[in-house]
């Protein structure tokens, strides 16, 4: 189980970080300023590209990232999803170590586990980054909310946070389990509501720093409306920062579905990673010394999970200029 | 100042007081009757006995009573009968197993937070050095590792004994069983038994406090009152352990309080591979044989544990962040 | 300066003195070895699982039965085979002599008078009564069920006989097979709580050659031998089970000789066991079986007494021939063959191979239905179930319950069984294959439960133990035993109801002549059989191994391949022909570990030690050269 880095956005602390973006223009005629706007954000964005570049440890993430997703995409053309079944014709002897005819060899139904690991990567990118969409959904709303509005809506949201985060997850999963059944979509659920605290934590915190800046201020003196303070100034101060703190629940979305599958509550039904260390740990691939039944699942977890992570360090550097090597 | 603790300790009961309800409701919601589950398959399995067993383990009752006698009994600090181990007190059968845990959670956490700190501290002070990058990559790598799946890795390297590793320690348990041993033989052997799932959850986490800390040290290398103390002429050292490092501890100590609960779930999954008796494979143990009674138990605990850690987060939090105590 | 520098050299000596206290404990460890005395004969056993309860009243598991086999006595026990054991022998249930009376309703038991209890006083009569009535009385889960047709309670005549009248006439208590599991406790010891069932049991006062005196509640079972057993003396002094959260670890521990035997539930693991040097494995069957088990009906039979139809059940299982056809397309063989690695042995009937000698019946001949895809699909043809718009799934026939509906079944795995979803994996394409389509999903165990309860699938996946005699399991499949109501529980999980069947299995349970009852009691497998409400995929292997080099004088129960030690009935053979092999054998605790010389690992550590050391000098002067 693995919290969320936070990397001195500790949220108690307060402290603003996040970039300053230029807040947009308030309108002066309505085609023009729409292109401007437009403009300015590709500007933007093409910026923060060509920062990114330049951090080493966010390409190497992203090189490994892409990697993966080719892998997942191309999978049927690399092994056949027949070789899935354990009734397919083309396994091999079982428990057999790496061999010219199955690189990473075979598990205890003789199935390759090089088609096991590469379509494995669906199901484990697929729920990760599902679930880190609920989580990052449900966190920014609830940030928003409780930093914009404040006053009992605060309290209340925070309460309920506070109350998210203490819940073992662990437990909790397992009887959401047993309740919902175990499916992908279940699985992906459990994972996604239990880790949006976090994020909720980190966005209320930056929304109550932009709040408090002076041309928010401004604006609201000037009369300007709910919808129109956070979609023009909160949200676009917020973004990087959401953006940065999705990239690394990702990763730990798929360190929790690993977890859960290995202790056996993943689908049944689906082959994901985490799933693979399960048949191998419980066909005592340990004790046998079956090392190429657990290396491959082991590694790709390990290195997709890193890759996330780089991927998120370096976003954060960018929007956290203090964390940039001097 | 006293009214932000005495708010957070009040928060802290509110917390407690909702878990304990949700403890209770979530656990009923679960499809599927304990009794007919506990006696499937075997001859005892009928309607009658069923009933029977129902009514042994308190589940006729109608819900509201349930209830009540519920928080009843949770406050008295009475947790039921677990369905299994010959009907024992949960809580005799938590504490029977939460003293390995401690042992496991308590010298690896602080292993790996001291650890971990010093790593961190080195690397924020020369960051982009040869010793930052190294670290920082070595602990990214034990970051993304599932924890369990370096257990299996050293159970097979070091009690299966593959390749060149060697075999040399048991493959789980606390103690070598029924033996009686005692005074150092025994300290010895409990020591003989722990040094892998501390290894792994030591090595697990650790990598955790050294980012915390590199980063906080960063954050603070670049604050005001770093540059004056190197005005006014204090060497490099002095300014790392004197004015940086404190500043640093404190974010790093109250995240690692609020990092126990991930270290629970962390012991709950080594402990399961180590085959390691402590509340993790209590747990485990919990969930295959429908025990909600310890399931409610172990669950309640660990919510209660990760309670009182945020809540002394908070107060030391307050304490020592002039800012928030002025608030 | 000086400070930090104190300081970190603090910190690092600190974690190297750690670093070498724990590899000097753990050479200490290795050479010194575990405790254990030199002079006690210990056998050390092991399995995963943890006892439900080590009383009789309130355990159900069968773990809990290794138990009570070296402490207590039935009154008619099982012979190695299975047979009666022979009254007066050496293993022998208490009973040495059954009277029935003429109208099958008054039994009258005499029992040993050389029996002693742990604590000194003799077992007598009053045992016996106050047992099977304190059984009855307080509803105890598993004891109680071969008490239900006792009238009454049970009558002491006199020290050593027993008497009780039966509410039908009965030949079940008539000692032809040993049907009253019912181990006989201590009254004076029950007797003096008000809630018997709760009593842990531990130390227990034993009849048997051994009695439990410790018990750890996740970590081991400690028995002793039991000083006034009148029997033949064990040599075995201390029997000590210990409990693993996985095969694994057991593995590793019978390699390291930390355990002497263990029990296997895995068969890859148990393979790797068998590769052990020193080791020897047996892999008997336990009387268990896994089925697929069908919804014969619940929403189209008869409104039978307490018995509503209720569920949505596809009707096509309604019709004998659709289930013979699903029979038919299970490869037991096959299943038996990947999944449980060829150890199970392919099912056919519901009496178990490991069952009471001569209750059971097997298919042989034409009567076999074997794996056989062709004759699945003609058989569907044959009776109109065709594939008449061609999208591979057949419809039902005309005239039948509901024409033209497609043959798609709800099949459940269980997901605390891994086997059950693969097994799924492998019967789904098979019937695929002969035109059924199954749409498959896993779910817990309680949820199913609920399912069966409902009536709202078709196909599921499940097991039973049944007991050695075959009443209990034969019982399980009467009308009365369905779930009458979508909400109560009933065994009868396939809905079957045969009013053949119900009259048969009265009939066996008052047959006196024991030829006469097996074969009422083979009519009724046949029927069920033919019948197929299940489709009995296997039976469940017992893997067991243990360390030949240490051990000897297993009694392997059925013979040739059984349960070495045992597991069923009263006062085993095994716990006193169990012996050490050669002089030096038993379990001292300690580890054989191969493995790097203590003194290397300290070595070791004082380098690690200085390595950090020098590696942080050397980075701090470097620093200190920077300001």
Same mark, same amino acid.
């Given at each position: 189980?693995?919290?969320?880095?936070?990397?001195?956005?500790?949220?108690?602390?307060?402290?603003?970080?996040?970039?300053?973006?230029?807040?947009?223009?308030?309108?002066?005629?309505?085609?023009?300023?729409?292109?401007?706007?437009?403009?300015?954000?590709?500007?933007?964005?093409?910026?923060?590209?060509?920062?990114?570049?330049?951090?080493?440890?966010?390409?190497?993430?992203?090189?490994?990232?892409?990697?993966?997703?080719?892998?997942?995409?191309?999978?049927?053309?690399?092994?056949?999803?027949?070789?899935?079944?354990?009734?397919?014709?083309?396994?091999?002897?079982?428990?057999?170590?790496?061999?010219?005819?199955?690189?990473?060899?075979?598990?205890?139904?003789?199935?390759?586990?090089?088609?096991?690991?590469?379509?494995?990567?669906?199901?484990?990118?697929?729920?990760?980054?599902?679930?880190?969409?609920?989580?990052?959904?449900?966190?920014?709303?609830?940030?928003?909310?409780?930093?914009?509005?404040?006053?009992?809506?605060?309290?209340?949201?925070?309460?309920?946070?506070?109350?998210?985060?203490?819940?073992?997850?662990?437990?909790?999963?397992?009887?959401?389990?047993?309740?919902?059944?175990?499916?992908?979509?279940?699985?992906?659920?459990?994972?996604?509501?239990?880790?949006?605290?976090?994020?909720?934590?980190?966005?209320?915190?930056?929304?109550?720093?932009?709040?408090?800046?002076?041309?928010?201020?401004?604006?609201?003196?000037?009369?300007?409306?709910?919808?129109?303070?956070?979609?023009?100034?909160?949200?676009?101060?917020?973004?990087?920062?959401?953006?940065?703190?999705?990239?690394?629940?990702?990763?730990?979305?798929?360190?929790?579905?690993?977890?859960?599958?290995?202790?056996?509550?993943?689908?049944?039904?689906?082959?994901?990673?985490?799933?693979?260390?399960?048949?191998?740990?419980?066909?005592?691939?340990?004790?046998?010394?079956?090392?190429?039944?657990?290396?491959?699942?082991?590694?790709?977890?390990?290195?997709?999970?890193?890759?996330?992570?780089?991927?998120?360090?370096?976003?954060?550097?960018?929007?956290?200029?203090?964390?940039?090597?001097? | 100042?006293?009214?932000?603790?005495?708010?957070?300790?009040?928060?802290?009961?509110?917390?407690?007081?909702?878990?304990?309800?949700?403890?209770?409701?979530?656990?009923?919601?679960?499809?599927?009757?304990?009794?007919?589950?506990?006696?499937?398959?075997?001859?005892?399995?009928?309607?009658?006995?069923?009933?029977?067993?129902?009514?042994?383990?308190?589940?006729?009752?109608?819900?509201?009573?349930?209830?009540?006698?519920?928080?009843?009994?949770?406050?008295?600090?009475?947790?039921?009968?677990?369905?299994?181990?010959?009907?024992?007190?949960?809580?005799?059968?938590?504490?029977?197993?939460?003293?390995?845990?401690?042992?496991?959670?308590?010298?690896?956490?602080?292993?790996?937070?001291?650890?971990?700190?010093?790593?961190?501290?080195?690397?924020?002070?020369?960051?982009?050095?040869?010793?930052?990058?190294?670290?920082?990559?070595?602990?990214?790598?034990?970051?993304?590792?599932?924890?369990?799946?370096?257990?299996?890795?050293?159970?097979?390297?070091?009690?299966?004994?593959?390749?060149?590793?060697?075999?040399?320690?048991?493959?789980?348990?606390?103690?070598?069983?029924?033996?009686?041993?005692?005074?150092?033989?025994?300290?010895?052997?409990?020591?003989?038994?722990?040094?892998?799932?501390?290894?792994?959850?030591?090595?697990?986490?650790?990598?955790?406090?050294?980012?915390?800390?590199?980063?906080?040290?960063?954050?603070?290398?670049?604050?005001?009152?770093?540059?004056?103390?190197?005005?006014?002429? #204090?060497?490099?050292?002095?300014? +790392?352990?004197?004015? *940086? &490092?404190?500043? /640093?501890? !404190?974010?790093?100590?109250? @995240?690692?309080?609020?990092?126990?609960?991930?270290?629970?779930?962390?012991?709950?999954?080594?402990?399961?591979?180590?085959?390691?008796?402590?509340?993790?494979?209590?747990?485990?143990?919990?969930?295959?044989?429908?025990?909600?009674?310890? #399931?409610?138990?172990?669950?309640? +605990?660990?919510?209660? *544990? &990760?309670?009182? /850690?945020? !809540?002394?987060?908070?107060? @030391?939090?307050?304490?020592?962040?002039?800012?928030?105590?002025?608030? | 300066?000086?400070?930090?520098?104190?300081?970190?050299?603090?910190?690092?000596?600190?974690?190297?003195?750690?670093?070498?206290?724990?590899?000097?404990?753990?050479?200490?460890?290795?050479?010194?070895?575990?405790?254990?005395?030199?002079?006690?004969?210990?056998?050390?056993?092991?399995?995963?699982?943890?006892?439900?309860?080590?009383?009789?009243?309130?355990?159900?598991?069968?773990?809990?039965?290794?138990?009570?086999?070296?402490?207590?006595?039935?009154?008619?026990?099982?012979?190695?085979?299975?047979?009666?054991?022979?009254?007066?022998?050496?293993?022998?249930?208490?009973?040495?002599?059954?009277?029935?009376?003429?109208?099958?309703?008054?039994?009258?038991?005499?029992?040993?008078?050389?029996?002693?209890?742990?604590?000194?006083?003799?077992?007598?009569?009053?045992?016996?009564?106050?047992?099977?009535?304190?059984?009855?009385?307080?509803?105890?889960?598993?004891?109680?069920?071969?008490?239900?047709?006792?009238?009454?309670?049970?009558?002491?005549?006199?020290?050593?006989?027993?008497?009780?009248?039966?509410?039908?006439?009965?030949?079940?208590?008539?000692?032809?097979?040993?049907?009253?599991?019912?181990?006989?406790?201590?009254?004076?010891?029950?007797?003096?709580?008000?809630?018997?069932?709760?009593?842990?049991?531990?130390?227990?006062?034993?009849?048997?050659?051994?009695?439990?005196?410790?018990?750890?509640?996740?970590?081991?079972?400690?028995?002793?031998?039991?000083?006034?057993?009148?029997?033949?003396?064990?040599?075995?002094?201390?029997?000590?089970?210990?409990?693993?959260?996985?095969?694994?670890?057991?593995?590793?521990?019978?390699?390291?000789?930390?355990?002497?035997?263990?029990?296997?539930?895995?068969?890859?693991?148990?393979?790797?066991?068998?590769?052990?040097?020193?080791?020897?494995?047996?892999?008997?069957?336990?009387?268990?079986?896994?089925?697929?088990?069908?919804?014969?009906?619940?929403?189209?039979?008869?409104?039978?007494?307490?018995?509503?139809?209720?569920?949505?059940?596809?009707?096509?299982?309604?019709?004998?021939?659709?289930?013979?056809?699903?029979?038919?397309?299970?490869?037991?063989?096959?299943?038996?063959?990947?999944?449980?690695?060829?150890?199970?042995?392919?099912?056919?009937?519901?009496?178990?191979?490991?069952?009471?000698?001569?209750?059971?019946?097997?298919?042989?001949?034409?009567?076999?239905?074997?794996?056989?895809?062709?004759?699945?699909?003609?058989?569907?043809?044959?009776?109109?179930?065709?594939?008449?718009?061609?999208?591979?799934?057949?419809?039902?026939?005309?005239?039948?319950?509901?024409?033209?509906?497609?043959?798609?079944?709800?099949?459940?795995?269980?997901?605390?069984?891994?086997?059950?979803?693969?097994?799924?994996?492998?019967?789904?394409?098979?019937?695929?294959?002969?035109?059924?389509?199954?749409?498959?999903?896993?779910?817990?165990?309680?949820?199913?439960?609920?399912?069966?309860?409902?009536?709202?699938?078709?196909?599921?996946?499940?097991?039973?133990?049944?007991?050695?005699?075959?009443?209990?399991?034969?019982?399980?499949?009467?009308?009365?035993?369905?779930?009458?109501?979508?909400?109560?529980?009933?065994?009868?999980?396939?809905?079957?109801?045969?009013?053949?069947?119900?009259?048969?299995?009265?009939?066996?349970?008052?047959?006196?002549?024991?030829?006469?009852?097996?074969?009422?009691?083979?009519?009724?497998?046949?029927?069920?059989?033919?019948?197929?409400?299940?489709?009995?995929?296997?039976?469940?292997?017992?893997?067991?191994?243990?360390?030949?080099?240490?051990?000897?004088?297993?009694?392997?129960?059925?013979?040739?391949?059984?349960?070495?030690?045992?597991?069923?009935?009263?006062?085993?053979?095994?716990?006193?022909?169990?012996?050490?092999?050669?002089?030096?054998?038993?379990?001292?605790?300690?580890?054989?570990?191969?493995?790097?010389?203590?003194?290397?690992?300290?070595?070791?550590?004082?380098?690690?030690?200085?390595?950090?050391?020098?590696?942080?000098?050397?980075?701090?002067?470097?620093?200190?050269?920077?300001?």
């Amino acid at each position: 189980m693995r919290p969320q880095e936070t990397f001195g956005h500790d949220v108690d602390l307060q402290s603003p970080a996040g970039v300053e973006l230029e807040p947009t223009p308030p309108e002066k005629t309505p085609k023009s300023a729409r292109q401007i706007v437009w403009t300015r954000r590709r500007r933007a964005l093409l910026g923060v590209w060509r920062t990114y570049k330049r951090n080493r440890k966010g390409m190497a993430g992203l090189l490994i990232l892409g990697f993966f997703l080719v892998v997942a995409l191309v999978a049927p053309l690399i092994a056949s999803s027949e070789a899935l079944e354990v009734t397919c014709e083309c396994n091999g002897p079982p428990f057999s170590p790496p061999s010219l005819d199955f690189l990473f060899g075979t598990d205890n139904f003789g199935r390759s586990i090089l088609a096991l690991t590469v379509w494995g990567a669906r199901v484990s990118l697929t729920i990760g980054l599902l679930a880190t969409l609920i989580a990052i959904g449900i966190g920014a709303l609830v940030g928003l909310t409780a930093g914009y509005w404040g006053r009992w809506p605060e309290t209340l949201l925070m309460r309920l946070t506070d109350w998210f985060l203490v819940i073992p997850f662990l437990p909790l999963a397992i009887v959401l389990a047993s309740i919902l059944g175990q499916s992908m979509g279940v699985i992906t659920l459990v994972i996604g509501v239990t880790s949006w605290p976090q994020t909720a934590r980190i966005v209320r915190a930056q929304v109550l720093s932009v709040k408090t800046r002076p041309y928010v201020e401004r604006a609201q003196a000037l009369g300007a409306s709910t919808w129109h303070l956070v979609t023009r100034h909160i949200l676009p101060n917020v973004g990087p920062l959401i953006l940065a703190n999705t990239v690394l629940t990702v990763a730990v979305a798929i360190l929790s579905e690993t977890t859960l599958a290995f202790l056996g509550l993943g689908d049944p039904l689906t082959i994901s990673w985490g799933r693979i260390l399960e048949f191998a740990f419980n066909a005592g691939a340990a004790g046998s010394g079956h090392w190429w039944w657990l290396l491959p699942p082991g590694f790709a977890i390990v290195l997709v999970v890193l890759a996330f992570t780089l991927c998120g360090f370096a976003l954060d550097e960018i929007v956290n200029p203090k964390l940039r090597k001097r | 100042m006293r009214r932000y603790v005495l708010g957070k300790v009040l928060q802290a009961f509110l917390t407690l007081a909702f878990v304990i309800a949700f403890n209770f409701f979530l656990f009923r919601v679960v499809p599927g009757d304990p009794a007919a589950l506990l006696l499937r398959g075997t001859s005892a399995f009928n309607p009658d006995t069923v009933e029977q067993l129902q009514e042994d383990l308190g589940l006729n009752e109608s819900l509201p009573v349930q209830f009540l006698i519920y928080v009843q009994d949770t406050v008295t600090l009475n947790f039921g009968e677990s369905f299994f181990g010959r009907g024992a007190p949960v809580a005799e059968v938590i504490g029977h197993n939460i003293w390995p845990t401690l042992l496991l959670v308590g010298t690896s956490t602080i292993a790996s937070t001291i650890l971990g700190m010093i790593i961190g501290i080195y690397a924020g002070w020369k960051p982009g050095s040869r010793f930052d990058v190294g670290s920082l990559s070595a602990t990214l790598f034990l970051y993304a590792m599932p924890e369990f799946w370096f257990g299996i890795l050293v159970l097979m390297a070091f009690a299966g004994g593959v390749g060149p590793f060697p075999a040399i320690f048991p493959t789980g348990g606390y103690e070598t069983a029924a033996s009686d041993l005692t005074g150092i033989a025994h300290v010895v052997d409990v020591l003989n038994h722990l040094v892998l799932p501390w290894t792994v959850l030591t090595l697990a986490y650790l990598g955790e406090y050294a980012i915390i800390m590199r980063n906080s040290l960063i954050d603070i290398m670049g604050d005001d009152f770093i540059q004056t103390a190197r005005a006014k002429g #204090l060497r490099e050292k002095q300014v +790392l352990w004197r004015h *940086a &490092v404190p500043n /640093a501890l !404190l974010p790093t100590v109250t @995240l690692t309080l609020l990092y126990l609960g991930f270290v629970f779930a962390g012991a709950i999954t080594v402990e399961y591979v180590f085959s390691y008796p402590g509340l993790g494979s209590l747990t485990v143990q919990a969930i295959d044989g429908n025990d909600y009674p310890l #399931l409610q138990g172990l669950f309640l +605990l660990f919510s209660a *544990a &990760v309670i009182v /850690a945020n !809540l002394l987060a908070d107060i @030391l939090y307050s304490y020592l962040d002039p800012r928030v105590r002025a608030a | 300066m000086r400070h930090s520098k104190a300081k970190l050299a603090i910190a690092f000596a600190l974690v190297g003195a750690l670093a070498s206290g724990a590899f000097a404990t753990v050479a200490l460890a290795q050479e010194g070895g575990g405790g254990g005395g030199d002079e006690s004969v210990r056998f050390t056993w092991a399995s995963t699982g943890e006892p439900s309860s080590l009383n009789p009243m309130s355990g159900y598991l069968a773990l809990d039965f290794y138990f009570w086999t070296p402490s207590y006595h039935l009154l008619v026990d099982w012979g190695q085979d299975f047979g009666v054991e022979p009254f007066d022998s050496e293993g022998s249930g208490l009973a040495t002599d059954i009277q029935v009376s003429d109208d099958l309703m008054e039994y009258t038991y005499t029992i040993r008078d050389d029996v002693m209890w742990s604590d000194g006083t003799p077992l007598t009569a009053e045992d016996v009564a106050f047992t099977l009535n304190l059984y009855k009385g307080n509803h105890a889960y598993l004891p109680q069920n071969y008490l239900t047709l006792i009238d009454g309670q049970v009558e002491v005549v006199d020290d050593y006989t027993v008497r009780w009248r039966t509410k039908e006439p009965t030949s079940l208590y008539s000692g032809q097979a040993a049907y009253m599991y019912d181990y006989i406790l201590p009254k004076h010891i029950f007797e003096e709580f008000e809630k018997p069932k709760q009593f842990e049991n531990v130390p227990n006062v034993a009849s048997g050659p051994f009695m439990i005196t410790e018990y750890e509640v996740g970590q081991f079972v400690r028995m002793e031998q039991n000083p006034e057993w009148t029997g033949p003396e064990p040599y075995v002094d201390e029997i000590v089970w210990r409990a693993f959260k996985n095969d694994d670890a057991m593995v590793e521990a019978l390699r390291q000789g930390e355990i002497d035997f263990a029990y296997f539930t895995s068969p890859n693991i148990f393979n790797t066991a068998a590769e052990l040097e020193n080791v020897e494995t047996m892999v008997g069957s336990t009387p268990s079986f896994s089925e697929i088990g069908m919804n014969t009906g619940s929403a189209y039979q008869e409104p039978d007494g307490a018995f509503v139809p209720h569920g949505d059940g596809h009707p096509a299982l309604t019709d004998v021939n659709v289930r013979r056809a699903i029979r038919m397309a299970i490869d037991s063989e096959q299943l038996a063959e990947s999944i449980m690695l060829g150890y199970a042995e392919p099912g056919t009937t519901i009496i178990p191979p490991v069952s009471v000698e001569g209750a059971r019946w097997e298919p042989t001949g034409d009567e076999l239905m074997e794996f056989d895809l062709e004759a699945a699909k003609a058989l569907l043809e044959e009776n109109g179930y065709v594939d008449s718009d061609g999208d591979g799934v057949r419809e039902m026939p005309e005239g039948s319950l509901d024409p033209g509906r497609p043959l798609e079944f709800r099949y459940y795995a269980r997901t605390s069984e891994q086997v059950t979803v693969d097994a799924a994996e492998f019967i789904s394409e098979w019937l695929a294959e002969i035109g059924i389509a199954t749409n498959v999903e896993a779910i817990s165990s309680g949820r199913l439960g609920d399912i069966i309860n409902e009536g709202t699938y078709e196909l599921f996946s499940w097991g039973w133990i049944p007991d050695p005699d075959p009443d209990s399991a034969l019982d399980w499949f009467t009308c009365d035993q369905r779930p009458p109501d979508g909400k109560t529980y009933g065994n009868n999980d396939s809905y079957y109801c045969n009013p053949e069947y119900d009259r048969l299995f009265d009939e066996q349970r008052r047959a006196l002549d024991p030829e006469e009852r097996w074969d009422i009691v083979h009519e009724m497998q046949r029927i069920y059989y033919n019948d197929a409400a299940y489709a009995v995929m296997w039976y469940e292997p017992l893997f067991a191994a243990w360390r030949s080099d240490r051990w000897t004088g297993f009694v392997p129960q059925p013979t040739p391949e059984g349960d070495p030690l045992e597991g069923w009935g009263g006062p085993a053979e095994v716990w006193w022909k169990l012996r050490p092999v050669g002089a030096g054998g038993g379990t001292g605790g300690g580890s054989d570990t191969g493995g790097i010389p203590a003194v290397v690992w300290v070595i070791l550590a004082g380098v690690v030690v200085i390595v950090a050391g020098l590696l942080v000098f050397r980075s701090r002067r470097a620093t200190e050269d920077e300001v």
